[in-house]
Nanobody
């Protein structure tokens, strides 16, 4: 069992920055893959970024490459999503989730947080 809790969302102007945090507790995250997803109103949930817990290899959705950075802190059991140059189209509920392997597919993830709202005003 893994408990996942996100924090750090909020309201920011276009061009601004936010850092989301995902705290994971419970079973070891060794060999896990941690992903950030987002869901905007009226749209499907989509993969944003992911990171291998062991070797920190990262993956990004094309629209966030160069603006978002995912990282992890093994000692704190946390995953972060640094979001820079935010755009109104980044507005969504952002969720952190755990998978046993790299995947961009929602069904591959077995533990999810409740999500945190990010709103970017123009």
């Amino acid at each position: 069992q893994v408990q996942v809790v996100e924090s750090g969302g909020g309201l920011v102007q276009a061009g601004g920055s936010l850092r989301l945090s995902c705290a994971a507790s419970g079973r070891t995250l060794s060999s896990s893959f941690m992903g950030w997803f987002r869901q905007a109103p009226g749209k499907e949930r989509e993969f944003v970024a992911g990171i291998h817990w062991n070797n920190a290899t990262t993956y990004y959705e094309d629209s966030v490459k160069g603006r978002f950075t995912i990282s992890r802190d093994k000692a704190k059991n946390r995953v972060y999503l640094q979001m820079n140059s935010l755009k109104p189209e980044d507005t969504a509920v952002y969720s952190c989730a755990r998978s046993s392997r790299y995947s961009r597919q929602i069904y591959e993830y077995d533990y999810w947080g409740q999500g945190t709202q990010v709103t970017v005003s123009s």
